[in-house]
């Protein structure tokens, strides 16, 4: 038996595994814009940290694609 927790990302409900980190979730959504900005609860999270910063239950996680050009 699987045990999963709830999270939010991109304002929708998902379940994932208690031991996910922020790259888990890049990997599993296919996150793959260079320019990505990452939210969790809020707060912006640097790109060197997406391997290390885990979730937890009720977490929110927002995947940003800047419009870069003119």
Same mark, same amino acid.
């Given at each position: 038996?699987?045990?999963? *927790?709830?999270?939010?990302?991109?304002?929708?409900?998902?379940?994932?595994?208690?031991?996910? !980190?922020?790259?888990?979730?890049? &990997? #599993?959504?296919?996150?793959?814009?260079?320019?990505? *900005?990452?939210?969790?609860?809020?707060?912006?999270?640097?790109?060197?940290?997406?391997?290390? !910063?885990?979730?937890?239950?009720? &977490? #929110?996680?927002?995947?940003?694609?800047?419009?870069?050009?003119?």
């Amino acid at each position: 038996m699987s045990v999963c *927790i709830r999270i939010t990302v991109n304002g929708l409900p998902e379940e994932v595994s208690p031991s996910a !980190t922020l790259a888990d979730l890049i &990997d #599993r959504f296919r996150e793959m814009d260079r320019d990505l *900005i990452v939210e969790h609860n809020g707060r912006f999270v640097f790109p060197q940290d997406y391997a290390s !910063t885990g979730v937890a239950p009720n &977490d #929110r996680v927002e995947f940003i694609h800047p419009n870069f050009g003119g």
